[in-house]
């Protein structure tokens, strides 16, 4: 009688037995990196804005924060840190632990300041991952209510026909409303004199006491003027009418092919924030711009919302530091 062959059953056990031995192994070795890993997020965010308390820029911001907050399960609150061309925001999150839980609001002034600065202590580009865009908003040209410019068609035959004498008031130079003034001129091909000033209610002082004939300016802050009687909108700067001045051509619709201006902003975070904890932040900043009441209190402003991918948000910013720094040259103004 021959030996036996060792049961099939056994070894099955045996091979089982290996299998789990190797996983105990697995769980030992990869448990450290599972806890360091932690929930996101673990306390409040901070969102630093680089422009003062009550802007458009800053209203954004919060309306979209307090809705984040409700899908988050944290405390989403605005930090303001304007100045220096957005230098001082900028630095305060890109020193930040990249852990999701500083931001900064992003927006086309980062754009420009590459073109302002001859080194930028932080660079836009490399020193963040953007996370979405939020909204965009429109500029305007504006008069005061007994202007004698009817139309941007008047306001360009003046122009055309006195070299230097029209006069656009915004804020500093180097703002986007300065910028977008300049781009006027090259794209219209006029000669105005830019009347700087030092905050958007100085233009407005300007602009209404007949200092300055047009000012450039951002549509939200206007629309109070425009509604209560005491200037009047020649046109828009954006490729589209905005639907907070209903009847308002677009510059390019009014005689100026090819001009457009549109501000933006949108959610950056430091450089090396985990994508996990970006992927997390996106996705709350998409259901805050989806929420009714974040759409009927910026709409008011005259604010479209609109987000979108980093990627997309990445493109934007290279493509508008490009434009920007040719306008930049192109106004003579010499980097700081």
Do not use: C
């Amino acid at each position: 009688m021959g030996t036996m062959p060792m049961p099939v059953t056994k070894r099955l056990d045996n091979g089982g037995a290996t299998r789990r031995r190797m996983l105990a192994a697995a769980a030992v070795v990869f448990a450290p990196a599972l806890r360091a890993q932690p929930r996101f997020p673990q306390r409040t965010i901070t969102i630093v804005v680089p422009f003062g308390a009550g802007g458009i820029a800053d209203l954004m911001a919060r309306s979209v924060a307090e809705q984040m907050a409700t899908r988050l399960g944290q405390p989403v609150v605005i930090e303001n840190k304007p100045g220096a061309g957005s230098i001082v925001a900028s630095r305060a999150v890109a020193s930040a632990e990249p852990d999701g839980h500083t931001l900064l609001l992003m927006s086309n002034g980062h754009a420009v300041s590459v073109g302002l600065f001859r080194q930028l202590p932080v660079d836009p580009r490399r020193a963040f991952t953007p996370i979405t865009t939020l909204g965009f908003f429109d500029l305007g040209l504006f008069v005061p209510a007994g202007s004698r410019f009817a139309s941007l068609a008047d306001l360009l035959a003046f122009a055309k026909a006195n070299p230097g004498r029209l006069t656009v008031g915004s804020i500093a130079p180097g703002s986007t409303q300065h910028l977008a003034g300049r781009l006027f001129d090259t794209t219209a091909g006029v000669d105005s004199l830019a009347v700087p000033y030092n905050g958007s209610p100085a233009v407005l002082a300007a602009l209404r006491g007949g200092q300055v004939d047009v000012a450039v300016e951002i549509v939200g802050p206007m629309l109070p003027q425009v509604q209560a009687g005491a200037v009047r909108a020649l046109a828009v700067t954006g490729a589209q009418p905005n639907a907070a001045l209903p009847g308002v051509p677009t510059v390019a619709q009014a005689g100026v092919a090819g001009y457009e201006v549109t501000s933006w902003s949108g959610l950056a975070a430091p450089a090396g924030t985990p994508a996990a904890t970006l992927q997390t932040l996106h996705d709350a900043a998409q259901a805050a711009l989806a929420s009714p009441a974040v759409q009927q209190r910026l709409a008011a402003l005259g604010v479209r919302l609109q987000g979108s991918t980093p990627g997309a948000m990445a493109a934007l910013l290279a493509g508008e530091i490009e434009r920007w720094g040719a306008v930049i040259r192109r106004a003579g103004l010499t980097p700081q």
